[in-house]
């Protein structure tokens, strides 16, 4: 048995979830594999076998990737139940006890699981590999992409909110917390839908090489959500990381986007930079969509023109405009997801200012300042003032995610891969003007179903993604046909996209091994 010790902040930053379903068929993986297990665990019974490889596996991919990633598991007996949607596949109960031997033979490290305070959320127990099976791992290059870690996993979650009674230290009664914990459910012709539709577009995305070009490492650091500490967090950018599934909260009306895909972990100064198979790519999004809907919902159509920003509101007390329309925005989203105004007003307090955002000096955020801020909001959208504060964002999230089914689906038919971010999109820079009048055709659907046939040229889309021209793969409204190279300042918008895609080395490597993957 040994121990080491981690910080928090690499316990909580620089780790993944184990993935119990992770197997390959290519026999050179699977012979290290049985080697290691001949060599050192050969006195273990055929199921804890069965139990040891996915995690095995998982320790070499993870370790592949990233050495300094830590494995998230359960000791939860009821997370390897036989029975469930969401029941593991390919390890039991006793997969429990084979981490132990791990750990008692000096195979991993471990940490038990935790409490934040600082985020009310609970961290589940670490485990990573020990010097001793990392020198097993060394200078062994098999495969990676033969490796599947998505063997029949649930794609349509459904989750409810539970009450959970813990101890409170200073009064030594127990106190209500909530969360939302993943139920069981009966399919219906929707589920089924859905996931037959998901598991298609798994597997499109599974021969899909999706990354960043100018990345020299497989991995993105960001500043971490939680406040107690200032350590970056990392988000591993490959292609084992990409398995998309939808979740409903309560309900099959409530809730259902899409989550999953590094994309969907990254800022927008880094998805800008997806190459999707060695391709540049453009995001389209629905501008504002949220706010468009609810007035769909009172049969009003919101005037997008650029004299009517939704989040222009006067703020005598806040004069730097970056951080005011910031601020506007996210108390805008905030308050149409919360269910009272104190909620909508803590969740502002303890939302950080993202770090190309510049608050003013000395700017307290009180409750009194943003009672006042929403109070002027609910005045500027009086028509839809009533849904704020009402919880009625997690309904609008069904809407969201029955429009990114819908043109998931669409492309999915046509072999072309669709990365979804709730309301916007990122696709190959070709197809751009195919996926802006697929969103239109949706906005449309949504409008008419909600009393409105016309006026749908006012979708609130970034100017520079209104453009037919083409050129090199680019939409650039500036291409000059009578000028040489379509003109100057056409030139100089290549030469911006050519440094904004560039391609370094190890990302060629990366795309290389990824083409080369059934020939190894």
């Given at each position: 048995m040994v121990e080491a010790e981690k910080s928090e902040e690499d316990l909580r930053d620089h780790s993944r979830v184990f993935r119990p379903a992770t197997h390959t068929p290519d026999p050179k993986v699977n012979s290290f594999i049985d080697g290691i297990i001949?060599?050192?665990?050969?006195?273990?019974t055929n199921i804890q076998i069965d139990n040891l490889r996915p995690l095995l596996l998982?320790?070499?991919?993870?370790?592949?990737?990233?050495?300094d990633t830590l494995l998230s598991v359960s000791r939860d007996k009821s997370k390897y139940?036989?029975?469930g949607k969401y029941r593991y596949r390919k390890v039991s109960v006793t997969f429990i006890k084979v981490m132990d031997i791990l750990h008692e033979r000096g195979f991993i490290y471990r940490a038990t699981h935790r409490y934040y305070e600082d985020t009310d959320t609970y961290r589940t127990g670490r485990i990573w590999a020990t010097d001793k099976l990392v020198d097993l791992f060394k200078g062994v290059k098999l495969n990676i992409y033969s490796i599947d870690q998505s063997y029949k996993e649930q794609t349509v979650i459904l989750k409810k909110r539970v009450k959970i009674l813990e101890e409170d230290g200073d009064q030594g009664k127990k106190k209500p917390r909530y969360r939302w914990k993943k139920t069981d459910y009966r399919d219906n012709r929707r589920t089924v839908k859905w996931r037959k539709g998901l598991d298609e577009y798994n597997n499109l995305l599974k021969e899909t090489h999706i990354d960043i070009g100018d990345l020299d490492?497989?991995?993105?650091?960001?500043?971490?959500?939680?406040?107690?500490?200032?350590?970056l967090q990392r988000v591993p950018v490959n292609q084992h990381n990409k398995f998309c599934y939808r979740v409903f909260n309560g309900n099959f009306k409530t809730g259902g986007r899409v989550y999953g895909g590094w994309w969907q972990q990254v800022g927008k100064q880094y998805r800008q930079k997806i190459l999707i198979n060695g391709k540049p790519t453009v995001e389209v999004d629905f501008s504002g969509w949220h706010i468009a809907l609810l007035y769909l919902k009172k049969g009003i159509e919101f005037d997008w023109s650029r004299d009517n920003d939704p989040?222009?509101?006067?703020?005598?007390k806040i004069n730097q405009h970056t951080y005011k329309r910031w601020l506007l925005k996210t108390m805008m989203l905030v308050s149409i997801n919360a269910g009272d105004e104190d909620s909508a007003i803590q969740a502002i307090q303890k939302t950080p200012t993202p770090e190309d955002i510049i608050r003013p000096e000395g700017l307290v955020l009180t409750n009194k300042l943003l009672s006042e801020i929403l109070d002027?909001?609910?005045e500027k959208h009086s028509p839809i003032a009533e849904y704020f504060c009402t919880g009625m964002g997690i309904k609008l999230q069904n809407v969201d995610g029955e429009i990114t089914m819908n043109?998931?689906?669409?492309?999915?038919?046509?072999?072309?891969?669709?990365?979804a971010i709730h309301d916007s999109y990122v696709i190959e820079d070709k197809y751009h003007h195919d996926l802006w009048e697929s969103m239109q055709n949706e906005y449309e659907r949504v409008a008419?179903?909600?009393?409105?046939?016309?006026?749908?040229?006012?979708?609130?889309f970034p100017d520079n993604l209104r453009t037919n021209a083409i050129q090199y793969g680019y939409y650039d409204e500036e291409f000059d046909y009578e000028e040489e190279d379509g003109g100057a300042e056409h030139r100089a918008i290549v030469k911006d996209k050519e440094i904004l895609f560039r391609k370094c080395h190890e990302y060629m490597q990366r795309l290389s091994s990824f083409y080369n993957r059934l020939d190894q």
């Open positions: 001949d060599s050192y665990f050969s006195d273990l998982d320790l070499y991919l993870a370790y592949q990737y990233d050495p139940s036989k029975k490492k497989p991995y993105i650091e960001r500043k971490s959500k939680a406040r107690s500490h200032s350590k989040y222009d509101v006067h703020l005598p002027k909001l609910k043109l998931i689906a669409e492309y999915t038919k046509l072999k072309i891969p669709l990365l008419i179903e909600n009393g409105i046939e016309k006026g749908v040229d006012q979708l609130g």
